[in-house]
């Protein structure tokens, strides 16, 4: 079978684009974020990840709240989606008016961050603390006006619940995040399902990477 992207909506032979649950399951980045009045957003982003040792990305389709708030504060912050923290995950995804705060519409707590002004999500266990970078207008090939922006900003400090913190290192299946799969699909990290594998000899040891 072969899904051509290029064919209109109708032609095509899958119902739905299935690139969303191929390249899955993907961590999830709750960004908050602060306008340059104060207003907060909280809102998660599937299209997310690390893109260097200290730098984290995230890709809006739109010009959305996260996204222009994190670029008049010039912060934000990444909180760690969880099992337990799922329904008010869920909940920050409506779309609400700008302005109209999240963290009030889910029922989740605020907790002060260290050294970036949007706040962290209480509940969650682990939170990044992010000063924006860049934002990346994704021009597409046929040189169209960009619908899709990546934004990148830098981790200055990272919060982490001291239980889930073990001879040095953060147990991350302890923590139970969850990721996003295609369609109405999501997973679960856990113990059970991690495994170890060393590199190759030779390799530089993780430490060191």
């Known amino acids: 079978m072969q899904y051509d992207l290029d064919l209109p909506r109708e032609a095509r032979v899958l119902p739905h ?9 993907r961590p999830i980045g709750w960004i908050s974020a602060m ?10 982003y599937s ?7 200290n730098m984290v990305a995230f890709s809006s389709s739109g010009r959305k709240d996260a996204m222009t708030f ?3 504060g010039a912060e934000f912050v990444c909180s760690l989606a969880t099992w337990d923290l799922r329904d008010g995950m869920n909940d920050s995804s409506a ?13 989740l707590a605020t907790a002060p961050s ?26 597409p090939l046929d040189g169209g006006e960009a619908e899709n922006f990546l934004v990148v900003g830098q981790v200055v400090s990272i919060y982490i ?6 001879d040095g290192m953060v147990d991350t299946a302890a923590m139970h995040p969850i990721l996003r799969g295609g369609y109405f699909d999501y997973f679960r990290a856990t113990a059970d399902n ?5 590199r190759p000899k030779g390799a530089a040891e993780f430490a060191n990477s």
Do not use: H, Y
């Open 194 to 198: 991690r495994f170890q594998m060393r």
């Open 70 to 72: 994190a670029e008049e």
């Open 17 to 25: 684009n299935p690139l969303k649950a191929i390249v899955a399951p």
């Open 114 to 139: 260290q050294k970036v002004r949007p706040p962290r999500v209480a509940a969650s266990p682990a939170a990044l603390e992010c000063r924006w970078l860049q934002t990346v207008p994704l021009v």
């Open 95 to 107: 779309p609400l008016p700008r302005g109209e705060s999240e963290f009030e519409f889910a029922k």
């Open 47 to 53: 299209f997310f990840n690390a893109v260097a040792d």
């Open 161 to 166: 619940d001291e239980r889930f913190v073990s």
């Open 35 to 44: 306008s340059r009045e104060g207003k907060l957003n909280l809102a998660p």
